[in-house]
């Protein structure tokens, strides 16, 4: 493994061109572009270029995503990252595992956008209006269980692409509905075509939802100094946690599983969520304590988890990673 990136990357000079590996869709080349802007705010000379990266989850667009696991839209760009041909690479942090590949670490986390998730239709109305039968769309097992906890008289359905697919197959041409990320549909400017933001206490996101990850070398230096300006703290203790009581549980994502740690001045509270797949027996709770200890209040949510009656959907979540 190279000890850096290119030597233009690491020299400091405004002739250096950094790297930016990415994904191909419009959502990823956005969320490229606010790292850069925010990059580029310290440092104005720098220089960027982005490289597009097709990964497992951008290629195979059959598959059921809860099968496939974490890392799908995340280990083809680890890979340039580590044979040196990229800089850094910018991830939807919820789509990371929780362990990084050897040699990588996350350089700096954004400041969160909107966590919540969104309900999208074509009859225009909130979740407990649609009618019965209607098909909301989604590929997360988490959403389709709180779907059929909270929304009982809709049909959940299958359906995966980029944001603007998914709209697509929302209005009719596979599904009435879907439901999608807030943080997504803000960043692409589609606003105007949610018609509920989801409540965070029964929707209870991913954990990372709505945060934007840089990922570098460990041992680029240059490059880790520089993202280091624009890591957000409180963001970065918020991920911490999430990312931690996910890793206690197994680290992947094949069953319905929700962490949305928020701080709030020295504290930080975390909502946890965990169900089974029908969404007939479901767990949520909420854990507080000092914002530095992300670690421990991870640790008390899972205690909490397995204590207060979501020992079994423990079990059968590790059974399910095996």
């Known amino acids: ?57 951008d290629v195979d667009q059959t ?9 799908i839209f995340v280990k083809e760009l680890e890979q340039e990252l580590l044979n040196g041909k990229l800089d850094i690479a910018v991830h939807s942090l919820k789509d990371m595992p929780t362990l990084l590949a050897d040699g990588l670490v996350l350089g700096a986390v954004l400041s969160r956008e909107d966590p919540r998730d969104v309900l999208v239709n074509r009859f225009g109305c909130s979740l407990e209006e649609l009618p ?9 097992p988490r959403r389709a269980a709180q779907l059929k906890q909270f929304a009982p008289q809709v049909e959940v359905v299958s359906i995966r692409g980029n944001v603007e697919t ?16 807030a943080a997504g549909m803000i960043r692409l400017g589609l606003q105007d075509q949610i018609t509920e933001y989801l409540s965070l206490m029964q929707f209870v996101p991913p954990p990372g939802q709505g945060i934007l990850a840089v990922e570098a070398r460990a041992d680029d230096h240059h490059m880790l100094g520089l993202l280091a300006a624009i890591d957000d703290a409180d963001t970065r203790y918020e991920a911490t946690a999430e990312r931690a009581f996910l ?31 029908d969404g007939e027996k479901s767990f949520t709770t909420a854990v507080k304590g000092p914002k530095l200890d992300a670690l421990g209040i991870a640790s008390a949510a899972y205690q909490a988890l397995e204590r207060e009656g979501g020992a079994d959907l423990v079990a059968a979540a590790r059974a399910n990673q095996a």
């Open 1 to 57: 493994m190279p000890s850096s990136g290119s030597e233009e990357s690491n020299n400091g000079s405004g002739s250096a061109v950094l790297k930016v590996g990415s994904r191909g869709s419009a959502l990823a080349l956005i969320q490229d572009h606010v790292v850069i802007g925010k990059l580029k705010a310290n440092s104005p000379a720098l220089n960027f270029e982005v490289d597009t990266v097709r990964t497992r989850g």
């Open 63 to 71: 598959s059921r995503l809860a099968g496939m696991g974490l890392g």
């Open 132 to 140: 019965a039968g209607a098909k909301i769309g989604t590929s997360s």
């Open 166 to 181: 998914r709209l697509r197959k929302a209005q009719g041409d596979e599904a009435d509905g879907a439901l999608l990320a």
């Open 247 to 277: 890793a206690e549980l197994g680290g992947g994502c094949s069953v319905p599983v929700g962490a949305f740690a928020q701080c709030v001045g020295d504290d930080m509270t975390m909502t946890i969520y965990m169900s089974t797949e």
